[in-house]
């Protein structure tokens, strides 16, 4: 999920794929609990995804410290 991290945040902006990655990790980690109780696919489910997000990330970051 880095490089298309990456490229999204060279053609977006990385404050905004930041902004977005960490709104859509924050909602899926929030979840847990629910998915916890709904079966252990739900939750790996919700993992996989705060996964992916944290995975665009870093590319974001870069983007700010370029400009830094």
């Known amino acids: 999920t880095e490089i298309p991290g990456g490229f999204l945040s060279l053609k ?3 404050k905004i794929v930041l902004g977005l990655v960490v709104l859509v ?3 899926f980690t929030v979840l847990i609990p629910l998915a916890a109780n709904l079966g252990w696919i739900v ?3 919700c993992r996989l995804i705060i996964g992916l997000c ?3 990330m ?7 410290w ?3």
């Open 66 to 68: 370029a400009q830094w």
């Open 12 to 14: 977006f902006g990385a």
């Open 25 to 27: 990790g924050s909602f």
């Open 43 to 45: 939750l790996a489910l």
């Open 54 to 56: 944290h995975g665009a």
């Open 58 to 64: 870093w590319p974001a970051f870069a983007g700010f």
